[in-house]
């Protein structure tokens, strides 16, 4: 039991990170906005909530210095898109890679120092239910806002008004404009959510998973929270499912290794990406949900009549 719960434990740490950032991506990508930088923005939300938490010595002061800076870089990335209507998809990528080289360059002088650790959030008596205790209810404030997260996100976007006005702009934007509704106004909002989305991930990554700073400690994670998204065909409550199917999936090959299974380390170091290809080949099978279920107007640049 004691094995289960290790292992049960690690996949949370896994999965959170690619719940959060696939969530913010989610409603960005619902106002019709394709955003490739994802992964730019984690690793700067990374470096940004390390130094915040090792320069005041707390954890929570790093916490909301990785959203920030998450939201920051968005708008760089909203800018370019929405107000200057640059290609989505060169953009994105471009930011990725400006994010890796900005936070490799920012964090350059706390590489090999250690990070103050986000300590868990212990509920009295809860916490020592056997099993289910450790689980749930003695965890980190990320693990929590994750399912608030997707909470919150199957509210807006299926429950109210302002969420019925954001898959609008995804579904046909130049209607939702002669409707009187901000396409450009809501996409930055979306936007700057899911960047900070995407720094509260990161930061997830140098205070809980590895509380130190490692130069491109994302790992790709960011592109698997874009696959995920797609995965789940826009669904919150898939995209958790979906969360914690990859985070098992990259927990398992390290306990497989420690176990002395007779597999070599780069093939099961590859596994979390050669699953993303296989979900993605298996979705590309199904074009009638996903067509169904995909914002019309995703990737596509909106100008507005002069």
Known sequence: MTMIEAIL????????????AA?????????GVLNLGVEGMMIIGAVCAF?????????????????????????????????????QVATGLALTLLGLGLSGQLGESFVGIPGVKLAPIVFPVLSEIPFVGPLLFRQDITFYLSIAL??????????????????????????????GISVIRTRYLAVMFGGACAGLAGAQLS???????????SAGRGWIALA???????RPWRVLAGGYI?????????????????????????????????????????????????????GKPFVPDR
């Open 246 to 298: 990859f985070g098992a999936v990259g927990i398992l090959q390290l306990h497989a290794q420690a176990f002395g299974i007779g597999v070599p380390s780069q093939f099961l170091s590859m596994l979390p990406y050669a699953v993303t290809i296989v979900v993605l080949i298996i979705i590309s099978h199904n074009r009638r949900t996903t067509l169904i279920n995909t914002p019309a107007c995703l």
């Open 150 to 179: 997707v909470i919150g996100v199957n509210w807006f976007l299926f429950r109210s008004r302002t969420g019925l006005k954001l898959r609008a702009i995804g579904d046909n934007h130049g209607s939702a404009h002669a409707l």
């Open 23 to 31: 969530m913010g991506e989610l409603v960005t990508e619902r106002a």
């Open 9 to 20: 434990l690690t996949i949370i740490t896994a999965a959170t990170p690619l719940v959060i």
């Open 51 to 87: 130094a915040g938490s090792y320069l005041t010595g707390v954890p929570l002061f790093g916490v909301l210095a990785g959203i920030l800076g998450g939201a920051l870089f968005s708008l760089l990335f909203g800018f370019l898109t929405l107000t200057l209507v640059t290609n």
């Open 228 to 234: 995920l998204v797609v995965f789940a065909s826009w």
């Open 207 to 217: 205070l809980v998973y590895t509380p130190q700073w490692v130069e491109n400690m």
